[in-house]
């Protein structure tokens, strides 16, 4: 086998090999238990519907109380937000 020729084998190995370790990563971001979390949403960046807007990424205001987000479980009371929507104790920044 030329030089080049096992340069090139050598690259086409690196990138299976990292393509298969991001397959095994984004199997596992899965696996975590997420929840809704209300109230700390940027304006336009909410993951779905809210009671004044049909589609993802549709909420007016940052922090709307009714916008949400998954977040990994146990996250959102430490953002200040909440599980409810509009609930007392909405983030408001």
Wanted: net charge positive; charged share 20%.
């Amino acid at each position: 086998m030329k030089r080049s020729d096992a340069t090139i084998a050598g690259a086409i190995a690196g990138l299976l090999t990292l393509v298969a370790g991001g397959s095994a990563y984004a199997a596992n971001v899965h696996c975590v238990e997420r929840e809704r979390c209300f109230g700390v949403v940027k304006a336009g960046q909410n993951d779905c519907s809210t009671a004044s807007s049909a589609c993802s990424g549709t909420a007016k205001a940052d922090f709307q109380k009714d916008a949400w987000v998954y977040l990994p479980k146990g996250t959102c009371g430490k953002l200040g937000g909440t599980l409810k929507t509009g609930a007392p104790g909405t983030a408001q920044k």
